[in-house]
C-alpha cells in the first residue's frame, strides 16, 4: 500500500511569489491535514479537509488556503510568499469513518526556501 | 487553547541505558494521545497511540507510554535504548474529534554507541 506523496520535494521561489504543494493520501483514506515545520514554532497544524471540505484551520493568515479534490488528493497554496513561510510543510492522511480522531500517517514533506 | 509541552528539548543517552520522555497537555476532556517519531531525513511515524482503554500502552521498537489521566501525561518510555533509537520525538493530542493534532516542541534523542 503507497504511503502519502508529496511533491514536489523541495521547492526554491522568491519573496513576492506564490506556491502551490500536492499531496496524495493513503487510498481510501478521506482526511487530508497540512503542517507547517519549522525549527522556531515547531509543527504547527495549517488546516484539514474531509470530503472536499475544510473542517478545521489553525492560526495562520489569509496568504494559506488549501483545496481537497474528489479524489482526496489536496493542494495547499501560499500567496505572496514571505521569508518566514520556508519550512518543511507536511501531509498527513487518516481512514476517518466515525469522525473521532484517529491515527495520522505523514508523507515526508515539501522543502520551502523563500530567498 | 489546547498545548502539549514536552520537558527535555535534547536527551544524551548511551546504549542500554533507559530512557524517559515527559509529555504533558493542557485539555481537560476527552483526548486522544500520540507519540511520533521522526529518524533523520525520515518522514514522521507514530510510536504509538492511547484512545481509551489499558493505560499503558505498548508501542513499536520496544517503546511504551502511560497515560495518568489526573496528571494530564502521557510519557514515553524504553527500559534500554539502542543507537538506532536516534531520532526526535514528538508528543501530540487530538482533543475535540477531527484530525488536528497539536504537537509538542519535540525533544531531540542521542544514543551514544
Known amino acids: 500500500k503507497a504511503g502519502v506523496t508529496q511533491t514536489p520535494r523541495y521547492l526554491i521561489k522568491t519573496r513576492g511569489q506564490q506556491v502551490t504543494l500536492s499531496c496524495s493520501p493513503i487510498?481510501?483514506?478521506?482526511?487530508v491535514s497540512w503542517y507547517q515545520q519549522t525549527p522556531g514554532q515547531g509543527l504547527q497544524f495549517l488546516f484539514e479537509?474531509?470530503?472536499?471540505?475544510?473542517?478545521n484551520k489553525g492560526n495562520f493568515p489569509g496568504r494559506f488556503s488549501g483545496r481537497q479534490f474528489s479524489n482526496s488528493r489536496s493542494e495547499m497554496n501560499v500567496s505572496t510568499l514571505e521569508l518566514g513561510d520556508s519550512a518543511l510543510y507536511l501531509c498527513?492522511?487518516?481512514?476517518?469513518?466515525?469522525?473521532?480522531?484517529?491515527?495520522?500517517?505523514f508523507g515526508q514533506g515539501t522543502r520551502l526556501t523563500v530567498v | 487553547a489546547q498545548s502539549v509541552s514536552q520537558h527535555n528539548h535534547h536527551v544524551i543517552l548511551s546504549e542500554a541505558a533507559s530512557l524517559e520522555l515527559g509529555c504533558n497537555y493542557s485539555?481537560?476532556?476527552?483526548?486522544?494521545l500520540f507519540w511520533y517519531v521522526q529518524y533523520p531525513g525520515q518522514h514522521l511515524q507514530l510510536l504509538l497511540k492511547?484512545?481509551?482503554?489499558?493505560?499503558l500502552v505498548k508501542g513499536i521498537k520496544g517503546f511504551e507510554a502511560e497515560f495518568i489521566k489526573s496528571k494530564f501525561s502521557f510519557n514515553l518510555r524504553k527500559p534500554s535504548v539502542q543507537w538506532s533509537d536516534t531520532a526526535e520525538y514528538f508528543c501530540?493530542?487530538?482533543?475535540?474529534?477531527?484530525?488536528?493534532?497539536?504537537f509538542g516542541a519535540g525533544t531531540r534523542l542521542a544514543v551514544h554507541p
Open positions: 498527513a492522511s487518516s481512514h476517518e469513518v466515525t469522525g473521532s480522531g484517529t491515527e495520522a500517517f
Open positions: 487510498s481510501g483514506h478521506r482526511s
Open positions: 479537509y474531509f470530503s472536499e471540505t475544510q473542517r
Open positions: 485539555y481537560g476532556g476527552t483526548v486522544n
Open positions: 492511547y484512545f481509551s482503554g489499558d493505560p
Open positions: 501530540a493530542v487530538i482533543s475535540g474529534g477531527y484530525n488536528k493534532l497539536i
